[in-house]
């Protein structure tokens, strides 16, 4: 037994591990579901497939941009020996075995992948999407997952806190869901005005439910450790999912005195984004005014694509990207500093604050510029974006299932 493994440690991150995992198939039934009975097939194939591309990838030399030695020191990229298999069972990272710190952090980039694909559901094609996919994870996600996950990354040095993926994950994969919305244009339904057509609420329930499961994996796994701060992580997932859920049923009630399945699903998955990057940082009432806040402000960041134009299909960049702001910022007012810096309202300065913003600036800018030009590129050579005729039609007709 290696010096220094804690065999407690291991088991949790393994278990988590799974638990992260099964978010991606969560995530399919809940995105299959929200779309056209003609839909669900094809979405239901993109979030599994991620799973298989992804892996192959984080393996081939993902994991060596992403945690590899820095490159030149300045915290850009992993750009070391990309060869996994150098890495021996008995290396550990913390207290944890590599191998399975690898696969757990695995399983991140790939449900960042299936995000994404909710935001233009029902217009692209899947073989082009698996290429969209190849070169996104590769120009966007690890070198963005470098700088914030890797202790050598310029915004993990500067002090910015995110504990389980607000930026690499939510803001990550909103901000590529807008930008590729951008780049294909709207789909023909949205062009007529057409309201979405749900064809499986308890679909969507049942994957809320494998969601919400995975997400205690996600935030109380990154702890690495059985200990509190893993306990903090999970207490403060289930207030915000909670209070968001509520939070967006409230709001639903104010608005037009109905309750929808669907908005209090997307409620939680609010107040759960929201959470991500905050759960270790804040205490009870922390994590009960996130999950208001994301699910007030999300809910309103919803309906921006009717006001811009934009078509967001099933609300990537409503829900994950604004919450993944909310999450993040509001690090910089509510951490207690028990774990990380405290934010203002627990004694610290503005500058916690400051990183805080600018770090969802930076990846925001970088993110958007480099997935709209991969999305057209793709686009181009390839055509990702499904004709009128097919829309109309349905994508699982791709599979022979139509």
Known sequence: MPTGLNTGDSAWVLVSTAMVLLMTPGLAFFYGGMVRSKNVFSMLFMSFVSISLVTVLWFAYGY???FGPDAGGIG????GDFRFANIRPTDLTGSVPTYAYALFQLTFAIITVALISGSVAGRIRVGPWMIFSVLWVTLVYFPIAHWVFDS???IHRMGTLDFAGGLVVELNSGVAGLALAVALGPGIRYRRGEPPQPSNIPLVMLGLALLWFGWFGFNGGSALNDGPTAVTAFLSTMIAGCVGMLTWMFLEWLRARRL????????AVAGLVAITPSCAYVNV????VIGVVAAALCSLAVEWKFVLGYDDTLDVVGVHGMGGIVGTLLIGFFSTGVVGTAGLFYGGSGALLGKQALSIVVVAIYCF???FVIGKVVDRFFRLKETEAEQLAGSDLQFGTG
């Open 152 to 154: 050598a990354g310029w």
């Open 64 to 66: 060596g941009l992403v």
């Open 369 to 371: 510029v480099v997935t």
């Open 76 to 79: 850009l990229i992993g750009f």
């Open 285 to 288: 009432e922390g994590a009960l």
């Open 260 to 267: 929808s399945k669907l908005g209090s699903a997307t409620g």
